[in-house]
């Protein structure tokens, strides 16, 4: 009982490591996700021919910035993923000391030290994917219209609702004036009708 709770012990680190590596995949991996989108719905976007020449080149700045993101997130993907493997590896390594009573400390302390080392490159390359977000997103409000000309197409967008809310209840209000007129004159017309 006593060695197999010394194995458990000895097998728990590595274990603990790589539940963390697959908390940094998943995330890695969401974001991988939601840049290839971004890319697939651009191109359709770019597609649209009532685009002008400077917004097309505007969606190419924008996919090139996704796709290196993208890049980026796959390399960082494939070292969290390699880290994994040599965490599984030290826990292997760890059993099978147990098991013949080996000695591979070097081994050991070499697959550790990759496997921090393979999860510190990982989050180098999802902090520079965090950083070229960034800079997309400025990339994109840069190309955002002043926000007094914004609020003032926004003003003259009511001001066209409201013209046109008007004109079409003027439309119906004389629609229903004809109605009651041509009603009128139709019992009118009947009523002479029955006195003759």
């Known amino acids: 009982m006593t060695s197999f709770n010394e194995l458990l012990a000895s097998a728990l680190a590595p274990i603990t490591l790589i539940s963390g590596v697959g908390l940094l995949m998943l995330s890695m991996s969401a974001r991988y996700n939601h840049a290839t989108s971004r890319i697939r719905l651009l191109m359709n976007e770019r597609l649209d021919p009532k685009l002008t020449d400077d917004e097309r080149a505007d969606i190419d700045d924008e996919i090139d910035f996704i796709f290196h993101r993208a890049g980026l997130l796959r390399r960082g993907e494939f070292c969290v993923v390699l880290s994994a493997v040599v965490s599984g590896l030290l826990v292997a390594l760890c059993v099978l000391e147990e098991a013949t009573g080996f000695s591979a ?20 390359f999802l902090s520079l994917e965090i950083r070229l977000s960034l800079r997309a997103i400025k990339l994109v409000v840069s190309k955002l219209p002043p926000v007094a000309d914004a609020f003032d197409d926004a003003v003259a967008a009511r001001a066209a609702q409201a013209v046109e809310a008007r004109h079409q209840s003027h439309v119906l209000n004389e629609a229903r004036r004809q109605a ?10 009947a009523e002479g009708g029955h006195s003759a």
């Open 105 to 124: 400390d070097i081994l050991n302390s070499a697959l550790l030290l990759a496997s921090v080392a393979l999860i510190v490159l990982s989050t180098v």
């Open 180 to 189: 009651e007129h041509a009603a009128s004159h139709e019992v009118r017309k």
